[in-house]
């Protein structure tokens, strides 16, 4: 009887040994996850920022070259009044003279 109270007891502290060890996994695994869901928050954040500044880049860079073509149209036009003009700028002043003085 005494050896299977013995046997009872030891197979109770090898549950309780195995139980306690299960916890400490528990434990160890739950601490660790939130470890590992930073480390994944941080990942996504710099991934993200790498792509936020990408587009950034790549929209500024769109932009230059806008306006660097809008500059180039604004400067050929300028330059085509400005030589319409240095055609027709002398008959322009003589008729709007003429129309103001009534000539």
């Not at 941080?42 to 950034?56: A, G, L, P």
């Not at 660097?68 to 149209?73: S, V």
């Not at 300028?78 to 008729?95: A, C, I, N, P, T």
């Amino acid at each position: 009887m005494e050896k299977i109270i013995s046997k009872l007891v030891e197979f109770d502290h090898a549950g309780q040994k195995i139980v306690h060890e299960a916890e400490e996994q528990k434990r160890y695994t739950l601490a660790h996850m939130n470890d590992y869901k930073k480390q994944m928050s941080d990942q996504y954040r710099q991934r993200s920022d790498h792509r936020i500044e990408f587009f950034r880049q790549q929209a500024q860079t769109d932009t230059e070259e806008q306006r660097e073509q809008l500059r180039r149209e604004y400067d050929a036009k300028m330059e085509k009044l400005r030589l319409h003009f240095q055609e027709k700028g002398d008959s322009w002043v003589h008729e709007v003279v003429g129309r103001c003085i009534g000539g």
